[in-house]
Structures are given as C-alpha cells and as structure tokens.
C-alpha cells in the first residue's frame, strides 16, 4: 500500500460520500444519472466476485463492501423513495447504457476469455476483464446529463471531480509500483481502460478548474 493507492481509495471514498451529501442537501437528484450508478453497481458486484473466495485484508474487503453497498444505496434512495424519485429526470438520462456500454463491454470480455481456449478459460477473469471495460465508460452518462444541464451545481461537480481524481490517483499508483516493486506485473489491459477513463475526464476538469480559479459558477459549454 503505497500513498498513491491510499490517496485514490480516499478520492473514490470521498466522491460516494459527497453525491449522497449532494442528494440529501438539495433534497433532489437533479443532475445526477442513474445510469452511471448502475454501471457501477454491475461492476463492483462483477469485480469483487472474490469476496465469497479469497481473503486479502480487512482494508481490502471492507472497502469492496464500501463501495457496493454505498452505490446500492444511492440507487435505492433516487429510484424508490421520495422526494428524490420525483425530482430524478429520466428525460435527460438517456445514454443507452446496456446497448452501447454492458453488451460491448461482456463481448469483449467474452471474447477475450475464450482467446486462449477453452482449457484456459475462466468465469472469474471474464467477470474481471468487463468490469475493467464498464469502469472505463461508466462516467459517460453522467457527463451527458451534466452537459445537458450545463450549469452544475457545488456537489455534483465536487462528486466527478474526486471521481476523477481517484482514476487519475491509480495511474499514479500504477507508476509508483513499477519502479518500486521488483515483482510488479505489468497488465496493459488495466493501463488501457485507466488511460481511458482519465481522458473522458480532461475535459471537465478544464472546466471545473477554471470555475474555481475564477470563482464563478461552474458551467459546461454546450
């Protein structure tokens, strides 16, 4: 466990605690997409099948469990019950998540897992590999609604921001461990999707920065 590791599960803790906050506050879940909670659900739940076999640490495992039951959560809270299921606008969440990010994203895996043969092939490293991809679009819908929006509120950027911040902390990460672990296996694979979920990213940040720096509210071009 090194800082850059620590600092990104924090970031990524901080973005789940700060979206809750951003719902209970305004008392409304205008500008949030729902989508992009499901994608997440469907990949914490794929990524972390290792929960019922394999103890790693406590840090670990509480952490997994963190992250599924928080979203669950959220997802619970905006679909269910009110006033926050009223105030959710389905209208502008309308990437199609299952066509253009589920479907793709388990043939790939699909495909990938068969590469070597059936022998070779394992449900475990098929259910890993998609999660990988679905992470790398998950954000997508929820940079549609807020582009839709245009103007966006405190929370709700602070929330993708340290999203972001935690993928861009993992690079970090991954750079770190290479030149520091002697051992440290190398999996392009994981470098890719990181890659690519961080670029999804530049150009809010750009935005959000430049919001704070001149003190204005934040707003995305159209």
Same mark, same amino acid.
């Given at each position: 466990?090194?800082?850059?590791?620590?600092?990104?599960?924090?970031?990524?803790v901080?973005?789940i605690?700060?979206?809750?906050?951003s719902?209970? =506050?305004?008392?409304?879940?205008?500008?949030i997409?729902?989508?992009?909670?499901?994608l997440?659900?469907? =990949?914490?739940l794929?990524r *972390?099948?290792d929960?019922?076999?394999?103890?790693?640490?406590? /840090?670990?495992?509480?952490?997994?469990?963190? *992250?599924?039951?928080?979203?669950?959560?959220?997802?619970?809270?905006v679909?269910?019950?009110? &006033?926050?299921?009223?105030?959710?606008?389905?209208s502008?969440?309308?990437f199609?998540?299952l066509?253009?990010?589920?479907a &793709?994203?388990?043939?790939?895996?699909? =495909?990938?897992?068969?590469w070597?043969g059936?022998?070779?092939?394992?449900?475990?490293?098929?259910?890993?590999?998609?999660?990988? /991809?679905?992470?790398?679009?998950?954000?997508? &819908?929820?940079l549609?609604?807020?582009?839709? /929006?245009?103007?966006?509120?405190?929370?709700?950027?602070?929330?993708?921001?340290?999203?972001?911040?935690?993928?861009?902390?993992?690079?970090c990460?991954?750079?770190?461990?290479?030149?520091?672990e002697?051992?440290?296996?190398?999996? /392009?694979?994981?470098?890719?999707?990181g890659?690519?979920q961080?670029?999804?990213y530049?150009?809010?940040?750009?935005?959000?920065?430049?919001s704070k720096?001149r003190?204005?509210?934040?707003?995305?071009?159209?």
């Open positions: 466990m090194n800082l850059f590791r620590m600092a990104g599960d924090l970031s990524h901080i973005s605690l700060v979206l809750i906050l719902i209970r =506050v305004s008392q409304n879940a205008m500008g997409s729902m989508k992009t909670q499901e997440y659900l469907i =990949v914490f794929t *972390y099948l929960l019922f076999t394999t103890f790693y640490s406590l /840090y670990n495992s509480c952490m997994k469990v963190l *992250y599924i039951s928080s979203t669950a959560y959220i997802l619970y809270m679909r269910f019950t009110e &006033p926050f299921k009223s105030t959710y606008e389905a502008h969440d309308s199609l998540h066509q253009f990010a589920v &793709p994203c388990a043939v790939v895996a699909l =495909v990938g897992g068969l070597g059936f022998e070779d092939f394992s449900i475990m490293e098929v259910f890993w590999s998609f999660s990988l /991809y679905l992470e790398a679009l998950a954000i997508v &819908p929820q549609i609604v807020l582009q839709r /929006y245009r103007e966006v509120e405190n929370l709700t950027g602070h929330y993708v921001f340290f999203l972001g911040a935690y993928r861009l902390l993992y690079i990460n991954w750079v770190y461990r290479s030149y520091h002697e051992n440290y296996h190398h999996n /392009y694979v994981v470098y890719a999707c890659i690519l961080t670029v999804l530049v150009d809010f940040f750009y935005y959000y920065i430049k720096y003190g204005g509210k934040f707003a995305l071009p159209t």
